[in-house]
């Protein structure tokens, strides 16, 4: 079984945070850490904040295992390289939002 150095699992946001992504990766600073993701995804500010942790670091590599979605997935494109494991699957979808007036909107339905 591959060893990864970091393995996000988890709601973005919740169990996947921006404090302790940033705190493995500090800790590998001028090393590559290989970083596993299945997460159904997750709020989209954490997102971002992973993404630049993943660029600014430059040596992750990531690999998708299982199923990953929104948040999950653009969070991993900040990485040097991606893959997928054979039986992974991923989501990337329009940006959706709550509007107390209307419910859950998608792009399309917002405009």
Not at 29 to 45: E, F, N, T, W
Request: aromatic fraction near 10%; glycine fraction near 10%.
């Amino acid at each position: 079984m591959k060893k990864y150095d970091l393995m996000l699992t988890g709601t973005v946001g919740w169990s996947i945070t921006t404090d302790y992504v940033k705190y493995v990766l500090d800790k590998s600073k001028g090393q590559p850490v290989s970083v596993a993701i299945s997460s159904l995804g997750g709020y989209v500010d954490t997102g971002l904040q992973i993404y630049e942790l993943f660029k600014m670091h430059g040596a992750v590599d990531v690999e998708f295992l299982g199923m990953s979605a929104s948040a999950a997935t653009f969070m991993a494109m900040g990485a040097k390289s991606v893959r997928m494991a054979k039986n992974a699957l991923i989501l990337i979808h329009n940006s959706a939002q709550w509007i107390n007036e209307w419910g859950t909107k998608n792009k399309e339905q917002l405009d």
